[in-house]
């Protein structure tokens, strides 16, 4: 049962464009999102978060946007960098003292020079 | 400097042995999981201690069982390795156990079971 979906496996975009990684669930319990990047033989590393009371969170080149109501989220990275291709992880959870972490199972980008 | 520590990194052994990995984490975090990522790349928790107690135990059979003798190391111990046991294992660590806490990862245990 894959209550966090990342249904791309993979994005290749070219140096200096957008990157819009997307992310589905289907948990309406969801009230907090997180994207995890991963690069090859490291563990996955936190980028960026957003509550389910705002739509978009932005931080530098990275902003996360998020739609309720289809129960989507995304995130864009703008301009990309080579140094950005990895994998990227989609991760939500329920409110409440020690919820735990559900992952999607990644979306790998390549960003070209 | 490592935050968090995994040993060790590859970890190669036949059906039906018993291994542990170890993780240790120097950030001074009261909490600490263990998730699998399995053949088709989902990441999944298996465990979490808060202060040397256990928080969460998701549906993991009885052959793992997990370790904190201190709140700065949670090793894992597996009994009578299966095949579908190979993956990676990443251990992880936060202060505090909400979801709100960030997060901070191991570089991940290859398990290879033959």
């Known amino acids: 049962d894959q209550q966090v979906k990342q249904n791309s496996p993979s994005l290749s975009v070219q140096e200096g464009r957008i990157s819009i990684l997307n992310c589905d669930y289907t948990?309406?319990?969801?009230?907090?999102f997180l994207w995890y990047k991963k690069y090859p033989a490291e563990g996955p590393t936190f980028l960026i978060s957003i509550s389910s009371i705002k739509d978009k969170n932005e931080d530098g080149r990275f902003t996360v946007f998020l739609n309720k109501s289809a129960k989507h989220l995304s995130l864009h990275i703008v301009p990309s960098q080579p140094g950005d291709s990895a994998v990227y992880f989609c991760a939500a959870s329920e409110a409440g003292a020690n919820s735990k972490l559900t992952f999607g199972k990644g979306i790998t980008l390549s960003v070209r020079p | 400097d490592t935050a968090v520590s995994q040993t060790p990194k590859y970890l190669v052994t036949q059906m039906g042995n018993d291994k542990s990995i170890k993780c240790e984490q120097n950030l001074g975090h009261d909490t600490m999981y263990w998730y699998k990522q399995d053949s088709k790349k989902f990441l999944k928790i298996m465990f979490s201690y808060n202060n040397k107690e256990l928080i969460i135990n998701e549906t993991v059979p009885n052959r793992f069982s997990p370790k904190s003798p201190d709140k700065a190391h949670l090793n894992l111990h597996i009994n009578s390795l299966e095949l579908g046991d190979s993956a990676v294992y990443f251990c992880?660590?936060?202060?505090?156990?909400?979801?709100?806490?960030?997060?901070?990862f191991g570089p991940g245990t290859r398990l290879t079971v033959l």
């Open positions: 992880a660590s936060s202060q505090g156990g909400d979801s709100y806490n960030e997060q901070f």
């Open positions: 948990n309406s319990m969801f009230d907090y």
